[in-house]
C-alpha cells in the first residue's frame, strides 16, 4: 500500500511537472510579464488595472495579454473599459393577463424567450395628480413569481402649467421572461383601480466610469509662427505609447484666452490633430487645471500643445496630466488556483483569446483589487528566428553571384552552339 502510494504521488508530481514545462513552453513566444497576488486567493472575482508599462509593451488592443497560475493553468478572463456608460436598451414586450383585484390593477409583460438582462420598467397608467404603489415580480415559466420591487412610487402633478412626473421603476438586473407589474390605486384621492395602459421595459446601464491618471513629461516650449500669428509650442511626452483621451493643463495665469491645437507627433510626416478649442480663464476664476478632450481617444507616446498668443505673453504651463479609461482585467479564481500569477504579455503575433467568461459576465459587477508587481522579462522567451537573408546577410551575395555566373555559362554556351551552327551552315554552301 506504501508503495503504491508512493508511486502515485510520483505520478502526480510528474504530470504536474509536464504541465508547468508545457505551459512554459508554450508562453515563449511572449517576452514579458508581471506577477499578480489577489489578496488571500480565496475564490471569487478579481480584477487588476492594466498598468501603462504594461499596455506600452502589448499590442494595442491588448489580445496578447494571457493569465496563469503557477501550476500553468490558464485562467479566462474579460477585459472591460471603464468608460464613462450611460445607456439605454428597450426590450420587445408583449401584455397580457390584465385585470384588476379590488383597489389594484395588474398586468404580465412577456419579454420573450432569452431577453437578456433587464432592469427598468416604465409604466404607463390613466389619470393626473396622484401618488401609486407598484409591486413588480418576475418569472421563468409565469407560474412561479419571485418579488423584485415593491413598494417603489409613481407619481404625477400639475401645477399652474407645469407638470412632475415619474413612471419608471427599478429592479435588480434580471433576465425572467415574465413580468408582473401591479399599481395601486392612490390611498388619499381615489379608492378606484387605476388603468394600467402600457409597461415598456428597458436595459439602463450607468457607470461613472475609472480613468488612469499620469503626469507628462513637458519639454521647454518652442516660439513658432501658426496660422501667420506668433505662437507656442509645447512637445508632451506621455512616457509610454498608450491610449489617452484628455489632458489637464496647469495653468498659471490669472487670466487669458487664447486658441490652441493638440496634435500627435509620433510620425513627423503624419501629424494627427486630435483637439482644438479655445482655453479661456478670467480674471478672478479659480486656477484649476484646465481639462482637454480629444474627439476620440489616441494610442500614441508624443504630442504637441500649440497656443496662439498673438501679441500676448506666452502662458506659464507648470504640469500637464494624461489620462485614459482605465483598461481592467477581470477573472475569477477558482478552488486550487496558486498564487502569484503570472500575466504574459509582448506577443505582436498573438491571436485574441475570445474566451466564454467574458460573455458571461454580468454589467454590473464589484470585484476585489489585485495587487501587480514590476515589469520582468520572460526566462522562457524564444524571439521568432529572422528570415535566413537577416541572419547570414552575405548569402543573397553568394546567390547573385552563382546566378551571374550560371548565367554566363549558358550564354557562352549558347554562343559557341550558334558559332558552330554557322560554321556547318557555310561548309555546306561551299560543297553546293
Given amino acids: 500500500m506504501k508503495k503504491f502510494g508512493s508511486v502515485t504521488l510520483l505520478c502526480v508530481a510528474a504530470a504536474t511537472f509536464i504541465i508547468s514545462a508545457f505551459a512554459q513552453a508554450s508562453m515563449s513566444p511572449w517576452a514579458f510579464f508581471v506577477e499578480v497576488t489577489s489578496g488571500s486567493g480565496a475564490p471569487g472575482t478579481y480584477n487588476l488595472v492594466v498598468p501603462l508599462e504594461v499596455m506600452d509593451r502589448s499590442r494595442e488592443d491588448l489580445a496578447d495579454l494571457r493569465l496563469y497560475d503557477t501550476n500553468g493553468r490558464e485562467i479566462p478572463y474579460a477585459l472591460r473599459i471603464r468608460k464613462e456608460v450611460d445607456e439605454k436598451r428597450q426590450m420587445r414586450t408583449r401584455l397580457f393577463n390584465q385585470a384588476s383585484v379590488g383597489t389594484a390593477s395588474e398586468v404580465s409583460v412577456d419579454l420573450g424567450e432569452s431577453p437578456g438582462e433587464h432592469n427598468e420598467v416604465e409604466i404607463e397608467t390613466e389619470g393626473r395628480n396622484f ?73 439602463v446601464l450607468r457607470e461613472k466610469g475609472e480613468l488612469t ?38 495653468i498659471d495665469d490669472a487670466s487669458f484666452s487664447r486658441p490652441f491645437q493638440i496634435e500627435v507627433v509620433d510620425d513627423p510626416q503624419n501629424i494627427r490633430l486630435v483637439a482644438s478649442g479655445e482655453l479661456t480663464r478670467r480674471a478672478g476664476e479659480e486656477r484649476r487645471p484646465l481639462v482637454v478632450t480629444f474627439e476620440k481617444e489616441e494610442n500614441a507616446r508624443k504630442l504637441r500643445l500649440l497656443i496662439n498668443d498673438y501679441n500676448n505673453q506666452t502662458l506659464t504651463i507648470s504640469s500637464i496630466s494624461a489620462s485614459a479609461p482605465g483598461r481592467q482585467l477581470v477573472f475569477d479564481l477558482k478552488e486550487g488556483a496558486t498564487q502569484p500569477l503570472h500575466l504574459f504579455f509582448g506577443n505582436p503575433k498573438a491571436t485574441a483569446p475570445h474566451y466564454d467568461f467574458e460573455k458571461e459576465l454580468p454589467a454590473k459587477l464589484s470585484p476585489l483589487r489585485s495587487e501587480i508587481a514590476a515589469v520582468a522579462n520572460n526566462p522562457d522567451y524564444r524571439p521568432e528566428p529572422l528570415p535566413l537573408t537577416e541572419r547570414i546577410p552575405w548569402l543573397i551575395y553568394v546567390v547573385l553571384a552563382a546566378s551571374s555566373i550560371a548565367l554566363a555559362i549558358i550564354l557562352i554556351s549558347l554562343a559557341r552552339t550558334a558559332v558552330r551552327a554557322g560554321s556547318q551552315q557555310t561548309e555546306t554552301s561551299g560543297q553546293s
Avoid at 399599481?183 to 379608492?191: I, M
Avoid at 509650442?233 to 489637464?248: F, K, N, Q
Fill in 131 to 203: 401618488r401609486r404603489r407598484v409591486d413588480l415580480e418576475g418569472s421563468d415559466s409565469g407560474k412561479e413569481w419571485k418579488t423584485l420591487s415593491t413598494g417603489d412610487v409613481i407619481f404625477n402633478f400639475e401645477s399652474q402649467n407645469r407638470a412632475v412626473e415619474s413612471n419608471r421603476v427599478s429592479y435588480p438586473t434580471s433576465r425572467y421572461r415574465y413580468l408582473r407589474v401591479r399599481v395601486f390605486a392612490d390611498e388619499l384621492t381615489s379608492k378606484q383601480a387605476p388603468v394600467i395602459t402600457g409597461a415598456n421595459v428597458t436595459m
Fill in 213 to 250: 491618471n499620469w503626469t507628462a513629461v513637458v519639454q521647454s516650449y518652442q516660439l513658432l509662427r501658426n496660422q501667420g500669428a506668433p505662437a507656442s509650442a509645447w512637445p508632451i511626452d506621455l512616457g509610454a505609447r498608450v491610449p489617452v483621451d484628455r489632458l489637464a493643463l496647469a
